[in-house]
């Protein structure tokens, strides 16, 4: 079997015939996405091009559902199979998508355990295969062993500080992450913060803004990765909305989620929103269960006064722990397993008798 297109590092290792890199695509908003608009719908362009001239036997898409809707629906008229990974957000808004996805998509993979019944309402085969950090991430993250790895008084308030992934978020929230820990430390002094980063570039951006607000001295620890090391040391996350949230929920780890965005992008976003909440945790859970903190209410006084306040309050703590555990056990699926059982009949593939074989 051979696999092309577009990833990361991580899928070339594993075999992944490399075209495009996975960050060309990595923007986020309508404001981002209008400045990368050509190059993106370039890529999907070719993209196109490529794959209706050789015909592959299945396309999948991951995610990124406004590139890779079109480009599945055009494979689709022509006869390719599609499978679209990770469900669009169509629960939290823009619902009307539905449709689209209905003429696009061949066989839909749901991460969430309510979105199969929207699916099959609407006809469009689906299947929840569960979410693939269920399977990666322990029960019962070891703290006390972790700190001592990382070399971190096991008596300290520590912090895990972890302001996206994207450039783009880092240079909205690394200002106002720096500022969120110099009010903690007014309380705690002895506080102690870790920031993992996830690329070369937002480090520098991080240690540029660190530089501009004089904060240089404050004691955070930049990491190259090891975000899941970060938070099973902290006593309390601050945390950019997004799959990290959902990440520090699995790792038992009470959170603070804040956002923000251009002010465009903010207020289009609003207005299609179907739920009063936008992190992971809160809508697993149906209920506001961990504070979110948005866009004008992000102040470093409002962080830093929702993260006091969560981390002592050791009642609230074990609460949230045995909410995220439910979350847990509720999301572990055997994924990639699920997933390749659903994909194979699409190849013509008997799915028992590769379990057997397997």
């Known amino acids: 079997m051979r696999f092309a297109g577009i990833g990361g590092p991580k899928m070339q290792a594993a075999g992944l015939e490399l075209w495009f890199p996975m960050e060309k695509l990595a923007v986020r908003g309508y404001v981002e996405v209008l400045r990368h608009y050509r190059e993106i719908t370039g890529i999907r362009r070719e993209l196109r091009a490529r794959l209706l001239a050789a015909p592959p036997d299945l396309f999948i898409g991951v995610d990124a559902p406004d590139f ?62 569960g979410h693939p950090l269920a399977d990666m991430l322990p029960d019962a993250p070891k703290r006390a062993a972790m700190r001592e790895q990382m070399r971190l008084p096991r008596q300290h308030k520590v912090f895990a500080l972890l302001p996206g992934s994207r450039q783009s978020e880092v240079l909205q929230l690394a200002a106002t992450f720096i500022e969120t820990a110099r009010l903690i430390l007014q309380k705690l002094p002895d506080a102690q913060f870790l920031v993992p980063l996830a690329s070369r570039e937002t480090r520098i951006i991080f240690e540029e803004v660190q530089w501009r607000l004089e904060a240089q001295n404050l004691p955070i620890t930049l990491l190259f990765g090891h975000a899941h090391d970060a938070m099973i040391a902290a006593d309390g996350v601050l945390v950019a909305s997004g799959t990290a949230t959902l990440e520090a929920a699995l790792l038992k780890r009470p959170m603070v989620i804040t956002y923000k965005m251009p002010a465009l992008t903010y207020w289009l976003s609003k207005r299609k929103q179907y739920q009063p909440y936008v992190g992971l945790p809160n809508i697993l859970a149906g209920k506001f269960v961990v504070p979110e903190l948005l866009q004008e209410d992000a102040t470093p006084e409002n962080l830093a006064q929702a993260l006091l306040n969560l981390v002592a309050d050791k009642q609230a703590v074990a609460e949230l722990e045995d909410v995220f555990s439910d979350m847990h056990v509720a999301l572990r699926q055997n994924t990639a397993h699920k997933a390749a059982q659903a994909i194979l009949p699409y190849l013509g593939i008997n799915t028992k008798l590769a379990t057997d074989e397997h």
């Not at 209905?102 to 839909?108: D, I, L, P, R, T």
């Open 68 to 129: 890779n809707l079109d480009l599945e629906l055009a494979l689709k008229q022509n006869g390719i199979p599609t499978v679209h990974y990770v469900s669009p957000s169509i629960w939290a808004w823009r619902g009307e998508r539905i449709h689209k996805i209905k003429q696009a998509v061949s066989h839909m993979l749901a991460l969430f355990p309510f979105e199969a019944p929207l699916y099959e309402k609407a006809g469009v085969p689906v299947s929840y295969v």
